[in-house]
């Protein structure tokens, strides 16, 4: 199916510093989620959205949903050590109820130096 | 307490065989999934079951049959594996009558590797 625009690819930075993802599409979705993924390990979810404009914060983690619906954006301030690992942006209708309906991107990965 | 689990974590195995990773969730979900994670760590849904009802289907080869016993489980059969066929696979679950239906909660994947 159609994949979401992720980006940047790759990121690398000083621990403290924040961080900034997003995604985007060209179609409008109802449910925008962010999940990280470490080495060795099934993708592990962080934040889920499901209204236009929301912003929602786990911790150090932000992430908005866009008014437009058509994208997303996830912030990490002040990077640790264990926020290495891979970002999945997912978007989703409502609800999701066939394959073209769940999109996921292809992720942001993430390296934090000490 | 396991969520979502898989067995087993590594599979190495030769072409040509046929094999079958498990896997089950304890979170009541209503709707389990099949994902294939490619070496560029790009996730592809393969199936979703919902209430023992196959509801989607990706382009995936029909070698591939997902199995679904109860709504707890959810196993993958692969006959006649390929080399291309290695890859992570992951299950995931979600519970579609919630008001966050659209929550999927991952497995820790099934590493097969095809010789």
New interface residues.
């Given amino acids: 199916g159609q994949q979401l625009n992720q980006s940047p690819q790759s990121m690398f930075i000083q621990e403290g510093e924040d961080v900034s993802m997003n995604c985007t599409s060209s179609s409008i979705f109802n449910t925008w989620l962010w999940y990280k993924q470490d080495p060795g390990e099934g993708p592990v979810l962080l934040i889920a959205l499901y209204k236009a404009g929301e912003l929602t914060s786990n911790g150090r983690l932000t992430a908005q949903f866009g008014i437009t619906r058509k994208d997303s954006f996830l912030n990490i301030s002040a990077s640790i050590p264990s926020d290495v690992g891979i970002y999945f942006c997912a978007g989703a209708s409502s609800p999701a109820r066939n394959n073209n309906d769940m999109r996921f991107g292809a992720g942001t990965r993430l390296t934090v130096k000490p | 307490d396991t969520a979502?689990s898989q067995t087993p974590k590594y599979l190495v195995t030769q072409m040509g065989n046929d094999k079958s990773i498990k896997c089950e969730q304890n979170l009541g979900h209503d709707t389990m999934y099949w994902y294939k994670q490619d070496s560029?760590?790009?996730?592809?849904?393969m199936f979703?079951y919902n209430n023992k009802e196959l509801?989607?289907?990706?382009t995936v080869p029909n070698r591939f049959s997902p199995k679904s016993p109860d709504k707890a489980h959810l196993n993958l059969h692969i006959n006649s594996l390929e080399l291309g066929d290695s890859a992570v696979y992951?299950c995931?679950s979600s519970l579609?009558l919630a008001a966050?239906?659209?929550?999927?909660?991952?497995?820790?994947?099934t590493r097969l590797t095809v010789l």
């Fill in positions: 979502v560029k760590k790009f996730l592809k849904i979703s509801i989607i289907n990706e992951f995931a579609r966050r239906y659209n929550e999927q909660f991952f497995g820790p994947g």
